[in-house]
């Protein structure tokens, strides 16, 4: 991939993973970017991860040739980037390790026979140059961990942004980024706002003509809306007027309300998605929640509780801090369905949740039911 003449691309799309921090469905893989920029002194901007590692390496020996390297950068510790750290440092005995403070102290937690000696703990806002280019420093603590720094190259105005607007998948530009780019910051960098937001201020006084993040593809086109986006992401502001309609069932008969809810949404002219939560990898519907206006919940109760799919979807939306939503909830039930009065109580711990419908189905899609259904669809309108 050509990003200019003097930043060259190492990353490596690993297609076949599966399941991302062994817990995310990644359909399309995902890749694990790493920069080298080459001047008068030559800069290396991450690792691989040990899947890619060999492969990478190739790539950095086939990059460099027979320059030497001088820097080490690590924007995170996390091991999907700085697994091959240590094989790089041994590789590249001169080359300086460039890291925050946080960083350093946590290294030894990773690599135990580490050379401290060769660290070079930077600050924010200090500037490393490399002769015709020059990094500046931006730490981004809590985006994702809390060692993270990004770095500016103002010579390219290119910010290398770490795990901040990366994406699931391929590292097309073209390939539509929103939903797993959605998706993608909802479950890794959602609960971390506020740290995006301060982070966020801190580039808006950068110039920038490309976004180089750690995963997915580097940003080159219409770069204020990936800003917005994260503008928003990170105000926990939703990103459209959509409705989520997530559904658990045990029997199909919740499952057949859900299926006529979205029918009506659809007749209403309403933007709505349909997620199954027991069939679903929940980091979806975590997505689409931060995406959407509207949440309703349909889920039966189990045993006096929560149906176990469902609570362990809110307990996902509560570890991301979820929160400044719609919420409708049906719940489902023969003799003492309690589902409702348990979730609104759990959501009593979120902050900004309006509840703005309760229903109940006694088992079957009644012309009742269908009715208080039509009623929410002009709730959500
Ligand atoms: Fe892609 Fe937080 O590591």
């Known amino acids: 991939?050509?990003?200019?003449?003097?930043?060259?691309?190492?990353?490596?799309?690993d297609k076949d993973l599966k399941v991302f921090e062994g817990q995310y469905e990644v359909k399309s893989g995902i890749s694990y970017n790493s920069y080298l920029i080459l001047d008068k002194f030559n800069a290396l901007l991450d690792t691989a991860d040990e899947r890619a590692g060999e492969e990478w390496l190739i790539n950095l020996k086939n990059n460099l040739k027979d320059k030497k390297l001088d820097y080490i950068i690590v924007s995170h510790l996390e091991p999907d980037h700085s697994s091959y750290l240590y094989?790089?440092?041994?590789?590249?005995?001169?080359?300086?390790?460039?890291?925050?403070?946080?960083?350093?102290?946590?290294?030894?937690?990773?690599?135990?026979?580490?050379?401290?000696?060769?660290?070079?703990?930077?600050?924010?806002?200090?500037?490393?140059?490399?002769?015709?280019?020059?990094?500046t420093f931006i730490t981004a603590p809590m985006v994702h961990w809390p060692e993270v720094m990004m770095c500016y190259e103002s010579t390219t105005k290119t910010l290398f942004s770490a795990d901040a607007f990366g994406r699931f998948g391929d590292t097309n530009e073209d390939t539509n980024f929103i939903d797993e780019g959605i998706r993608?910051?909802?479950?890794?960098?959602?609960?971390?706002g506020g740290p995006v937001q301060t982070v966020l201020k801190k580039a808006s006084n950068l110039e920038i003509e490309r976004i180089c993040p750690l995963h997915g593809p580097i940003l080159?086109?219409?770069?204020?809306?990936?800003i917005e986006?994260?503008?928003?992401?990170?105000?926990?502001?939703?990103?459209?007027?959509?409705?989520?309609?997530?559904?658990?069932?045990?029997?199909?008969?919740?499952?057949?309300?859900?299926?006529?809810?979205?029918?009506?949404?659809?007749?209403?002219?309403?933007?709505?998605?349909?997620?199954?939560?027991?069939?679903?990898d929940l980091s979806?519907?975590?997505?689409?929640?931060?995406?959407?206006?509207?949440?309703?919940?349909?889920?039966?109760?189990?045993d006096g509780d929560i149906f176990s799919y469902t609570k362990d979807f809110l307990a996902r939306l509560k570890a991301k801090s979820y929160k400044n939503r719609n919420v409708a909830l049906v719940e489902n039930g023969a003799w003492a369905p309690i589902s409702n009065k348990l979730i609104k109580t759990y959501f009593e711990d979120f902050k900004d949740i309006n509840i703005i419908s309760t229903i109940t189905q006694k088992v079957s899609l009644t012309e009742s039911l269908k009715e208080e259904l039509k009623n929410l669809v002009t709730i959500l309108k």
């Not at 979806?284 to 189990?302: E, Q, R």
């Open 87 to 135: 094989k790089a440092a041994m590789l590249y005995k001169d080359a300086k390790i460039v890291m925050t403070q946080k960083a350093k102290d946590m290294l030894s937690l990773f690599f135990s026979d580490f050379d401290l000696t060769r660290i070079m703990t930077v600050k924010e806002n200090d500037t490393l140059n490399l002769g015709n280019h020059t990094l």
């Open 229 to 280: 986006l994260y503008n928003n992401l990170s105000l926990y502001n939703p990103i459209d007027n959509s409705t989520l309609i997530c559904y658990a069932s045990m029997h199909g008969k919740t499952k057949e309300a859900a299926l006529y809810l979205k029918e009506e949404c659809d007749k209403a002219g309403i933007n709505s998605k349909l997620i199954d939560l027991v069939n679903t």
């Open 184 to 192: 993608y910051y909802a479950n890794i960098v959602g609960k971390y």
């Open 1 to 13: 991939m050509y990003i200019c003449d003097d930043i060259k691309y190492l990353g490596i799309y």
């Open 220 to 226: 080159t086109k219409d770069l204020n809306k990936y």
């Open 284 to 302: 979806y519907a975590v997505g689409y929640a931060f995406k959407s206006k509207n949440l309703v919940i349909l889920s039966p109760t189990y």
